[in-house]
T-cell receptor, first 113, second 113 residues
Framework: GAGVSQSPSNKVTEKGKDVELRCDPI?????LYWYRQRLGQGLEFLIY????????KSGLPSDRFSAERTGESVSTLTIQRTQQEDSAVYLC???????????FGQGTRLTVV | GNSVTQMEGPVTLSEEAFLTINCTYT??????LFWYVQYPGEGLQLLLK?????DKGSNKGFEATYRKETTSFHLEKGSVQVSDSAVYFC????????????FGTGTSLTVIP
């Protein structure tokens, strides 16, 4: 596609439920990133993929968070047993190999009630 | 390791004032440096970038110069407008770490008429 696409754009879920957030990067982009942005705050790094591998998972907040990427394309971020503190905008970005810019999706706004 | 430190906000300026947002970095290799902007209600988008020492990135009247000796990439604009109100993020991409992106925490700018 023309840009990074994330779905859903908005998700309201009950505390304790599992959610899956999807990211479709720009075709041909080998690097993919997930960030979390709480209301009024900066970007919190979650995980980075190079191809289908995740060399850096250091930002995942707890074992309730996991992510995978397949076919060097789509990535899914899964949050199990959601908590209210998980409420945030989850941003995905992708970039080509090399020191090129990262392109961001519009994000998924997750609200845990 | 790699990190980006940027000036804490929020910053409030009058229209036509001079803007500086400080950004310093640490990196293991020779990174590329970026400024991203997030306008209210929108996603992050690239504002400008510089890929090597002494390069100057510029766009929409904003400028930043890659200073290796001071490990800095300060954002400047000579005369801000109300439409520049946004959150600004400094970032680096380091080839030593596979071009993973590292973002600062963001600086909120509000320009008042």
């Amino acid at each position: 596609g023309a840009g990074v696409s994330q779905s859903p754009s908005n998700k309201v879920t009950e505390k304790g439920k599992d959610v899956e957030l999807r990211c479709d990067p720009i075709s041909g982009h080998t690097a993919l990133y997930w960030y979390r942005q709480r209301l009024g705050q900066g970007l919190e790094f979650l995980i980075y993929f190079q191809g289908n591998s995740a060399p850096d998972k250091s930002g995942l907040p707890s074992d309730r968070f996991s992510a995978e990427r397949t076919g060097e394309s789509v990535s899914t971020l899964t949050i199990q047993r959601t908590q209210q503190e998980d409420s945030a905008v989850y941003l995905c970005a992708s970039s080509r190999q090399g020191n090129t810019e990262a392109f961001f999706g519009q994000g998924t706004r997750l609200t845990v009630v | 390791g790699n990190s980006v430190t940027q000036m804490e906000g929020p910053v409030t300026l009058s229209e036509e004032a001079f803007l500086t947002i400080n950004c310093t970095y640490t990196a293991t290799g020779y990174p590329s440096l970026f400024w991203y902007v997030q306008y209210p209600g929108e996603g992050l988008q690239l504002l400008l970038k510089a890929t090597k020492a002494d390069d100057k990135g510029s766009n929409k009247g904003f400028e930043a110069t890659y200073r290796k000796e001071t490990t800095s990439f300060h954002l400047e604009k000579g005369s801000v407008q109300v439409s520049d109100s946004a959150v600004y993020f400094c970032a680096l991409s380091d080839p030593v770490t596979g071009n993973q992106f590292y973002f600062g925490t963001g600086t909120s700018l509000t320009v008042i008429p």
